[in-house]
């Protein structure tokens, strides 16, 4: 059994449930390529063991996942030019230069593996809390189906904090509707998880200090169906989206999502793939706080 840094990793019900969770609490659970690779290894790591019939995936904290690591510490210095590259910078198109390189490097570490955790062979289940913001969404949507706490909230802020169209991982028309995806992305607006849940896109709404418990309890549940059955619903429904487009839809976007990032270096001169402030993008650190999208409000009170 691999050993973890970023995620933990048990089974529980004399092995028939597994659980991962993300683990950078001081970094709110935020996405460096440490912890992608290892959630990768765990996720592998369940889908080998036969006795596992259904997986948890959580996020230890306030917070089941902040997005992707877009500056910390331990993500800087893993980077090819940081104290402690990762190696994976070096693979997968990571020496390779201009647009190749991130294109293949987001492809394997952002895009790819999402899918393959789409298509585990194992029952899924996202045990989600609190804000969950851009990449936070892709963990949460790769998985059949999500638990929430009730101060869950769901937003893609990329648009309006970095210039970008969306996450790697594009399924917010297939999660929000058209329509609600296209305002949710251009205003960076939230939808509490009664919302979500009324889409369909959330399963069950737990109180907040009691996910972890109920969450299990569900898992339960499902792992009393026998895994040939499970297997070929989960198989059944995915194909059938698949079929309606969900598969090419996907990669199309990918390409989008990187020639967004092509348009914006080539603006810097090779610099940063993403909007600046001086490209008309808030600041971070000034940028207003989000809100929830509201029907009759042009942008809600904070």
């Not at 804000?131 to 790769?142: D, E, I, S």
């Not at 369909?200 to 418990?213: R, Y």
Request: proline share 4%; glycine share 8%; hydrophobic share 40%.
């Amino acid at each position: 059994m691999p050993e973890y840094k970023y995620v933990t990793y048990e089974t529980l019900d004399d092995g028939t449930i597994a659980r991962i969770m993300l683990n950078r609490v001081k970094s709110r659970n935020a996405q460096n390529r440490g912890l992608l690779v290892e959630l990768n290894d765990a996720f592998l790591e369940a889908e080998a063991d036969d006795q596992v019939r259904v997986v948890i995936l959580g996020g230890a904290g306030p917070l089941f996942s902040s997005g992707h690591d877009l500056g910390s510490k331990e993500s800087i210095a893993e980077r090819p030019t940081g104290e402690n590259p990762h190696p994976t910078f070096s693979i997968n198109g990571g020496t390779r230069k201009g647009s190749e390189n991130l294109m293949l490097q987001e492809w394997h570490y952002y895009f790819e593996n999402t899918k393959r955790w789409r298509n585990l062979r194992k029952i899924t289940i996202a045990q989600v809390q609190g804000t969950v913001y851009a990449a936070g969404l892709m963990l949460m949507w790769a998985c059949d189906l999500i638990v929430a706490s009730q101060n869950a909230r769901f937003a893609d802020v990329v648009g309006s904090r970095l210039g970008m169209c969306g996450v790697e991982y594009f399924a917010h028309p297939w999660e929000f509707g058209p329509r609600r995806a296209k305002e949710l992305m251009l205003t960076s607006d939230a939808i509490d998880v009664e919302e979500a849940h009324r889409i369909g896109m959330v399963s069950k709404i737990f109180p907040d200090d009691e996910l972890t418990d109920r969450t299990l309890e569900f898992a339960r549940r499902i792992a009393e169906l026998p895994t040939m059955t499970a297997l070929l619903i989960k198989e059944a429904v995915n194909q059938s989206v698949d079929n309606m487009g969900f598969q090419n839809a996907l990669n199309a976007c990918f390409t989008i999502h990187e020639l967004n990032h092509s348009h914006w270096a080539w603006v810097h001169g090779g610099g940063m793939p993403a909007a600046l402030p001086d490209d008309g993008i808030a600041n971070w650190k000034e940028a207003p706080p989000i809100v929830l999208a509201e029907k009759d409000a042009v942008r809600a009170e904070n």
